[in-house]
């Protein structure tokens, strides 16, 4: 039979087996990241852009309220072309507060003739602008139908309005969030 290696199976003091009580010996500078070691330079980088190709600029910044509204107002009833969800959602944000106006004005006077002549003036651009809002995600202004199937409808639509819109240009036009920052390059 063979002798077994020392330390091994024997009792031999802590201070004669290696590395025992003594503090691991400190990591490598870079530990991981040596040249030649792991991934190849350029690694994660991506490819080189095609031939005529730019990649996206930075998008717009988003409206503020008085913006959004002026620019549904003055589109009032174009339902071609595309919406940016941040012009869709302060749009709506202002037809709520309207509506609220209109209702307390209705409650003083007695009369209920304010909530519907806000109704009735802002259905057309609301409409127009759920258009344009389904169309900067590449589906048809008539999907806004869907909404007249009872609790299922409003929530697919609300899922859809909800989407980031194309960032390349679709066949209802080029993208409004992108082109106000400077666009493709294409």
């Known amino acids: 039979m063979t002798t077994p290696p020392p330390g091994y ?3 031999v003091p802590p201070e004669d087996q290696p590395g025992w009580g003594a503090p691991p010996p400190p990591p490598a500078p870079g530990y991981g990241q040596a040249p030649g070691y792991g ?16 990649a996206p600029g930075p998008a717009a910044p988003q409206m503020d309220i008085a913006t959004a509204v002026r620019s549904v107002l003055s589109q009032y009833a174009n339902f071609t072309g595309r919406a940016r969800r941040s012009e ?5 944000l202002a037809n709520f507060l309207a509506s609220i106006v209109a209702s307390i004005i209705d409650q003083v006077i007695g009369v209920p003739l304010f909530q519907v002549v806000v109704a009735l003036g802002l259905l057309i651009p609301g409409l127009a602008v759920g258009a344009r809002r ?3 995600i590449g589906k048809s202004g008539w999907w806004q139908l869907i909404a007249l199937v009872p609790l299922v409808g409003i929530i697919v639509l ?5 989407q980031d819109g194309d960032q390349a240009p679709n066949q209802h036009g080029p993208s409004p969030k992108y082109q106000a920052a400077g666009g493709y390059g294409y």
Request: hydrophobic share 40%; charged share 5%; proline share 9%.
């Open 158 to 162: 609300i899922v859809f309005w909800c």
């Open 88 to 92: 869709f959602w302060w749009f709506y």
């Open 134 to 136: 389904l169309h900067d």
């Open 9 to 11: 199976g024997q009792n």
């Open 39 to 54: 991934q190849a330079p350029g690694y994660g980088q991506g490819y080189p852009a095609a031939p005529g190709y730019s």
